[in-house]
């Protein structure tokens, strides 16, 4: 009897500090909103049709600035495909 009230509170004690676990994590990660995530995308594509007239990098650099930032958008903000 004793070695089932051991494993019952080994048990309780293993459930709460997964519980904690997981709010620890869900705490850390953050949620964008659909119209937070819209803007974030609108302004990668201003950078991209227009930030090299800005003068602030060189020409290659903003070739490469603007491929990672479609990387980001397409990996992390599903977009419509525009027909």
Do not use: C, W
């Amino acid at each position: 009897m004793v070695v089932l009230y051991i494993l019952l509170i080994l048990l309780t004690i293993i459930i709460l500090l997964l519980s904690l676990g997981l709010y620890h994590f869900i705490k850390k990660s953050a949620y964008l909103s659909d119209k937070e995530k819209e803007f974030i995308v609108f302004v990668i594509d201003i950078f991209t049709q227009y930030g090299d007239d800005l003068g602030i990098q060189s020409k290659e650099q903003h070739k490469k600035l603007a491929e990672e930032l479609e990387k980001i958008k397409t990996k992390y903000f599903k977009t419509k495909k525009e027909d």
